[in-house]
């Protein structure tokens, strides 16, 4: 995508002269794989509400014996996405997450509640050309995550399956990014509100353990990275192996 044409002199001058903070905007961006990544988060929001419910439905016709209450370690980890606005083409880099958690039954038959806390990695790329001029970076930020979701479990004898939701709260650890990007992303938020939802398997071991396969799907929903007229928020996706007892 390309930014307001009227900004574009300004921008190649930035690029070249290497300006004071706050003084240019990319105004082009060019042509690479454009990511499907991109959404409202109200429209992701929906969408996770939905899945919940399809959950519960499925829940229906399953027994609901669950495990007490347990904790553990998560590790695994993310493709992570930035969400420019205005819109540049971008797409999405890896990173890693590793947290711990405590997953509780509820009086909510079939529903538990799960806590959890660690460290994840986000970020991503933008990637193009300027009238022949390249223009590429990447940023990579370091995340304390915070989770608490409502999590809706169907059991078969040791076998079980979930999909779980809530609310997220980040506290920002740091921010690496190449120093074109900083003449744009010169302002940096020391929080940031998301919203979660995931689903997986999981089995009861012999030995009381309790082992998942996950992945989770984090929308934000603030600001984490803007300047003169640029706001960059986040998307991730995370895949993670849960062991517990």
Known sequence: SRL?????????SCVRDVPEPGNCLPNDVGPTLES????????????IAAVVLLAGGCAVGLSAQQVG???????????????WKPKVDTSSRSGFLANYFTDVPSPLGPFRIRVGAGYAQRGG???GDFDGEPLTGQTRSEWLAMHLELKLVASLGSFHAFAAAGPA?????????????????FEEQPKSFSVTGSGGVGFTLASGR???????????????????FVKVRDQSLELMLRIGR
Do not use: N
């Open 169 to 185: 709260y980040s506290l920002h650890l740091r921010t690496r990014q190449d120093a074109i990007l900083g003449q744009v992303l």
């Open 4 to 12: 307001e044409s009227g900004h574009r002199t300004e921008w190649l």
């Open 36 to 47: 499907t990544l991109v959404g409202s988060p109200m429209h992701t929001v929906r969408t």
């Open 210 to 228: 309790v082992a998942e396969l996950e992945a989770r799907w984090v929308e934000g929903l603030t600001t984490v990275r803007s300047g003169s």
């Open 69 to 83: 209450q347990y904790q553990g370690f998560s590790i695994g980890g993310t493709r992570s996405h930035q969400v």
């Open 125 to 127: 790329w933008v990637e």
